[in-house]
């Protein structure tokens, strides 16, 4: 169903993607837009058990493409080095594919809410006062991730090897 990696050397393996995952702050989220254009939009996001969460406005083009598609990507760059003497980058990335879920239960909201607080902020009582304050207008989507891929740049994975 997914590809396979076409330079499948540069395969960064499956724990260090769900690292750069679990320390990334922002990734660009795709989705299918209006019209069947693609749609791609920085979010900030939190990773947690397989599962990716951020939240964002009840409605507004985002929204409105995961509920009429659920399938989405989420890219997040971890490196990006530019050295110009060698005509490149020094780079490593994670690509996500997976199902996108607009949470709809108060609990699962709650949570999704906590988990995505406390990444950026480790303060229990200030995340739980300020999802309380956020409520009213809170969306919260949980994305169930069914691929997930690592590639880093060919000179990252030479170095390695030595």
């Not at 989420?74 to 690509?95: G, M, P």
């Amino acid at each position: 169903m997914f590809r396979k990696m076409r330079r499948f050397k540069q395969q960064l393996p499956q724990e260090e993607a769900i690292k750069i995952l679990e320390e990334g702050q922002t990734g660009v989220l795709a989705v299918l837009g209006d019209d069947n254009y693609p749609y791609a939009v920085p979010i900030n996001y939190a990773y947690k058990d397989g599962k990716i969460y951020f939240h964002g406005a009840k409605e507004g083009h985002k929204q409105d493409a995961i509920v009429r598609n659920s399938k989405v990507s989420l890219c997040v760059i971890a490196q990006d080095t530019l050295v110009k003497d060698e005509l490149t980058t020094y780079f490593k990335s994670v690509i996500a594919f997976g199902q996108a879920r607009v949470l709809t239960d108060e609990q699962e909201i709650y949570k999704a809410a906590e988990i995505f607080g406390l990444k950026y902020n480790d303060d229990q009582e200030k995340v739980a006062n300020e999802i309380k304050r956020e409520w009213p207008a809170l969306r919260c989507v949980e994305i169930t991730i069914e691929h997930l891929t690592g590639k880093e740049a060919i000179e990252l994975t030479r170095a390695r090897a030595k």
